[in-house]
C-alpha cells in the first residue's frame, strides 16, 4: 500500500486556491527522499490506476509535470489524485483524469524543492 508519508516526496495536499510554482514544470523523475533509483509510478494512464515506488526506468509512467496550477501530470491529462480525497497516512494515490478545482488533485512544491 502506498503511503504519502513514506512517500516522503514533501508533496502535500494543499488548499485549493494555493498553489506555488516550483522551479522545474518540465517532466522530472519525483523520488522518494532517502530512496535513491526508486521512482513515484503510475500504472497505466486509465482512471483510477495505482500510484506506486518503482525502480526508475525513465518510462512515460515516472514522467510527472508540475503545471503552476497546483497539479501534478503524467501521460499529459492525467492528474496525480488522492483516492477518494481521504487525508491519511497510508491513504493510497492513483492518477485521474485532470478536472479543474478538485482538491484531491491540488499538490504545492515547498520553496526548498521538497
Known amino acids: 500500500m502506498l503511503s ?3 512517500l516522503a516526496l514533501s ?13 522545474y514544470l518540465s517532466p522530472v523523475a ?3 527522499g532517502l ?10 494512464n486509465s482512471d483510477g ?17 508540475f503545471t503552476g496550477s497546483g497539479t501534478v501530470t503524467a501521460f499529459g491529462d492525467k ?3 488522492v483516492k477518494d480525497g ?5 491513504t493510497q494515490l492513483q492518477v485521474w483524469t485532470c478536472s479543474s478545482n478538485n482538491a484531491n ?5 515547498t520553496g526548498d524543492y521538497r
Not at 508533496?11 to 522551479?23: H, M, R, S, V
Not at 490506476?49 to 509535470?65: F, H, L, R
Not at 481521504?86 to 497510508?90: F, H, I, M, T
Open 30 to 32: 519525483l523520488e522518494p
Open 79 to 81: 492528474c496525480l489524485d
Open 105 to 109: 488533485q491540488q499538490w504545492y512544491y
Open 4 to 6: 504519502a508519508k513514506f
Open 49 to 65: 490506476a495505482a500510484v506506486s515506488i518503482q525502480t526508475c526506468t525513465g518510462a512515460d509512467a515516472q514522467k510527472w509535470t
Open 11 to 23: 508533496l502535500f495536499l494543499a488548499g485549493a486556491a494555493y498553489a506555488q510554482t516550483p522551479a
Open 35 to 44: 530512496n535513491s533509483g526508486k521512482c513515484l509510478t503510475a500504472a497505466s
Open 86 to 90: 481521504v487525508n491519511a497516512d497510508g
